[in-house]
């Protein structure tokens, strides 16, 4: 089966679950999403959709009054504008040029997971025990979303398109399978996404991506893309060949996957590209020294780590040659101080979330190109 970080499995839940920080004095790795998507990543990479404020010098986004204290007890997530955070059993959002947190949503979040793009965000409501609910925030507010009484959501990866649109699984009545669904934020109504998935071929879906009009996804079969206005289908991989593991990230020309990562210490890791027009898998880039992380991203502008022996996030273009260049340290091993076990980034910026030894929580940000002055 083609490796998937988002597959309706025990290891996507670990993956997707986000404990934001790591007490140094632990021997154990930094735990959190072991390889964020993004997104994810979710938020922005090469899509269009978002826009961001460079930020020549890491700082604290959090300005005048502070978030409360509390436990950082999820992903921290960015879109277009803002930057957002699960803490005790509220969603908080902060400017990313800067500025006070405020509230927009109180109550559980399923382990806390949220992902932003544009100017919406999104999570699951409730408990994973008790049953969930999706809400989507945006512009024009808040919105539980409503399925036929026989759909119940499964927890897994959720993405958000460009239209502002909520995409994400759901388990249906005698299927062994999930199915791909969309909220759609014009009309507010759900229905099943066409193209995205083979459940009828008893088969996972796993949603990575979307860029654009496209989104990238997995199944049991390969690693495919579909046009979200046409449905037209193709497969990029099929499984058992040469290609990507552990999905990072993507430009323009291709998908981009990481192997070679070790849990409990340092290691060099190599990163493999897939073109997006067709063709075999290729080496993009192999890291010269031993990193120990489990963070890492990349997209247009090259590959990122978080590096947990010096606590700094690095940087190298995507060629076999190209130096890795340390972009700004992102805490210090001191005893009290939690350190962040993953970062996400947007076209321009680096974002992480540290706490204090008092327990005050800030929300960080640097830009993407490094600096001596780091």
Request: glycine share 10%; hydrophobic share 40%; aromatic share 8%.
């Amino acid at each position: 089966m083609l490796r998937s970080l988002a597959t309706a499995t025990s290891g996507a839940v670990l993956l997707l679950a986000s404990a934001c920080a790591s007490n140094v004095d632990d021997e154990q790795p930094p735990r959190g999403r072991q390889l964020p998507p993004a997104i994810a990543s979710d938020e922005a990479s090469a899509s269009a959709g978002n826009r961001c404020a460079d930020i020549p010098v890491a700082k604290n986004l959090l300005q005048g009054e502070l978030l409360p204290h509390g436990e950082a007890r999820g992903s921290l997530a960015v879109g277009a504008h803002w930057a957002y955070m699960y803490i005790g059993e509220t969603i908080q959002r902060v400017p990313i040029t800067g500025g006070p947190a405020e509230s927009i949503y109180t109550g559980l979040v399923a382990l806390g997971h949220v992902v932003a793009h544009g100017d919406t965000s999104a999570w699951l409501a409730g408990d994973l025990d008790d049953g969930v609910t999706l809400m989507v925030h945006n512009p024009s507010g808040l919105h539980a979303v409503e399925l036929p009484g026989d759909i119940t959501l499964v927890y897994n990866k959720l993405l958000i398109d460009n239209a502002g649109g909520a995409i994400f699984q759901v388990s249906v009545p005698n299927a062994t399978k999930s199915q791909t669904w969309r909220w759609n934020a014009a009309d507010q109504t759900a229905s099943r996404l066409q193209g995205v998935g083979m459940p009828e071929l008893d088969s996972s879906t796993g949603l990575y991506f979307v860029d654009n009009d496209q989104i990238i996804w997995a199944s049991d079969t390969g690693l495919y893309t579909t046009n979200l206005a046409t449905a037209a289908t193709r497969l990029l991989r099929a499984d058992g060949t040469d290609g990507v593991r552990n999905i990072i990230g993507f430009d323009s020309e291709n998908i981009y996957g990481v192997d070679g990562l070790c849990a409990k210490g340092s290691c060099p890791f190599t990163v493999t590209a897939l073109p997006r027009s067709g063709g075999p898998a290729f080496q993009a880039y192999q890291t010269s020294e031993s990193y120990w992380t489990s963070s890492v991203q990349a997209d247009a502008s090259g590959v990122y780590w978080l590096n947990f022996d010096d606590v700094a996030i690095y940087h190298a273009s995507l060629h076999d040659d190209a130096p890795a260049e340390r972009v700004s340290h992102v805490g210090a091993r001191v005893p009290g101080w939690q350190i962040p076990s993953y970062f996400e980034m947007d076209e321009c910026n680096l974002y992480w979330s540290t706490t204090t030894p008092d327990g005050t929580i800030r929300i960080m940000a640097v830009a993407k190109q490094p600096s001596a002055a780091h």
